[in-house]
């Protein structure tokens, strides 16, 4: 669970500790339709009881929230990671690195206590839940996306070492994948058919607790959190603390319709706002994280802010609505579409912009590449602008834990974007991004996240695939040649 500590920062709640972990249980979220017990009243009591035109309704009484426990609990797992925070070869945990550049360099590298090579030991908890009967598993990205190794565990206790499939860190979604069959699933909801206020449920182990049920309303719909506009969360008053993390949220009928990612809170614990990504959101990440490693969506190449009704009267209108242009990407699809400063959108593919908020999620589904129409308020005046979509840089990783996807370098890479692409001038045939350098090789010999892997003693990579291959041929010896702040390099790697 994403902590969102007073004013606008958000914390993951998969409660790392450093060394020593607290194993816990999962997440266990499900339902199964409920048909009310209605105390129906006489016509006679309620006459008496109602003044004149106001009808009374009958009394309804609280769901059976104990049948869904029972009932759907066995598709949800407790995950437990483990990984290691970056150190260098000297120095005390916790203690701030100290730059080779700084006067007290010399000073701190003499008397700092040496560390074990690659990091600290951390340790942290989360949950998901199966939603294919041969293991695959939704989760938070946030739960995973530093982990070495995933240990899924669940409820009949067994316990399969998972792998990462994919991470998506805009959705915050993350795919994983166990050895097993004939697993119980969940239903997918529609969260779209949710309405505010009505009960759902959420169960799962908080600080560790294993199975502990808690239940809520929905409070509001399509909310924008700060860094986070392209998931329109459901908000609730569920109670979830650290450890919910990747859980379900269900709603009477015992469909997911959410996954639990992110709470408010100034001390760190629940305090009566939660917020879960809509499961429609989370489905989509998830097929193409299964098909392709990564997410594509659409992108405008514009900044927006909110209206006010200051700024309406400003440009003519009549009330504050749709999101106000401030900036437009120079070479972006926005500019080639003639959109400018100033534009107010009021409309995206037919559908109304209210708030601000409302445009990212809807631009975002589009595949890169597909057809728009805009509807626009410009100098009083309204417009229509069409144009093709272009494509968001990703913030995705397609492996994650297992040995597999970090080969021998220890590296975790992916695909370049075309517009990565351009500015390094490489060609289609080579180029990976190195998303993490985990313990090993390349972290031995400085490769960084952020660095470009151009070619392997001089053979051109181009797909994770195609690293290992060269990795596997060229022996122990390497001589991999990077791009590294606009400049090239090559770096030698020992492959011990």
Do not use: C
Request: hydrophobic share 40%.
């Amino acid at each position: 669970m994403k902590l969102i500590n007073l004013p606008n920062i958000f914390r993951h709640g998969s409660v790392v500790f450093v060394i020593t972990a607290v194993l816990a249980g999962g997440y266990t979220y499900w339902r199964i339709p409920y048909v009310p017990y209605i105390a129906e009243a006489s016509a006679t009591t309620n006459m008496a009881a109602t003044p004149q035109g106001v009808i009374q309704k009958p009394f309804m009484a609280l769901p059976d929230f104990a049948e869904i426990a029972a009932r759907q609990g066995s598709a949800v797992v407790n995950i437990s990671v483990s990984g290691t925070t970056k150190t260098e070869g000297f120095g005390f945990p916790g203690f701030p690195h100290v730059d080779p550049s700084d006067p007290f360099y010399e000073f701190f590298h003499r008397f700092q206590a040496p560390v074990p090579h690659g990091g600290t030991p951390t340790h942290g908890l989360g949950s998901g839940f199966i939603i294919s009967p041969d293991g695959v598993i939704l989760t938070n990205a946030h739960v995973v996306a530093d982990a070495d190794e995933v240990i899924v565990r669940l409820t009949d206790k067994r316990e399969f070492k998972a792998k990462v499939k994919g991470i998506d860190k805009f959705s915050d979604v993350a795919v994983l994948k166990i050895d097993a069959h004939d697993l119980p699933v969940v239903k997918i909801g529609d969260p779209q058919q949710a309405r505010v206020g009505e009960w759902v449920v959420a169960i799962g182990s908080p600080f560790g607790f294993e199975n502990s049920v808690t239940a809520g309303i929905i409070s509001a719909k399509s909310r924008s959190l700060p860094d986070e506009g392209y998931v329109p969360f459901l908000q609730t008053d569920v109670a979830v603390n650290p450890g919910n993390s990747g859980g379900p949220l269900f709603n009477m009928n015992g469909e997911v319709i959410g996954i639990n990612s992110q709470i408010y809170s100034r001390s760190g614990g629940y305090q009566g706002l939660s917020f879960a990504i809509p499961i429609d959101v989370a489905m989509k990440a998830e097929r193409q994280l299964l098909d392709h490693g990564k997410v594509s969506r659409g992108r405008l190449g514009v900044m927006i802010q909110e209206m006010n009704q200051q700024l309406a009267d400003t440009f003519g209108l009549e009330k504050p609505v749709g999101a106000l242009v401030s900036s437009v990407e120079k070479g972006s699809p926005a500019e080639k579409a003639g959109i400018e400063s100033g534009d107010v959108i009021l409309k995206f593919n037919g559908k109304a912009i209210n708030r601000s908020s409302d445009l990212p999620p809807l631009v975002a589904e589009l595949a890169p590449g597909s057809a728009a129409s805009l509807g626009l308020w410009r100098k009083g005046r309204a417009k229509e602008v069409s144009m093709n979509v272009g494509e968001m840089k990703t913030a995705t990783a397609n492996a994650g834990p297992d040995n597999e996807a970090k080969g021998k370098l220890g590296l975790i890479v992916r695909s370049l974007t075309q517009d990565e692409r351009k500015k390094v001038n490489a060609s289609d045939d080579e180029g990976l991004m190195v998303e993490r350098v985990v313990a090993g090789p390349a972290a031995r010999a400085g490769i960084r996240p952020g660095d470009i892997v151009l070619s392997v003693n001089g053979e051109k990579a181009g797909s994770e695939e195609q690293l290992h291959m060269l990795v596997d041929k060229n022996g122990k010896r390497l001589a991999l040649l990077i791009v590294r702040a606009d400049g090239k390099l090559f770096v030698p790697v020992s492959i011990e």
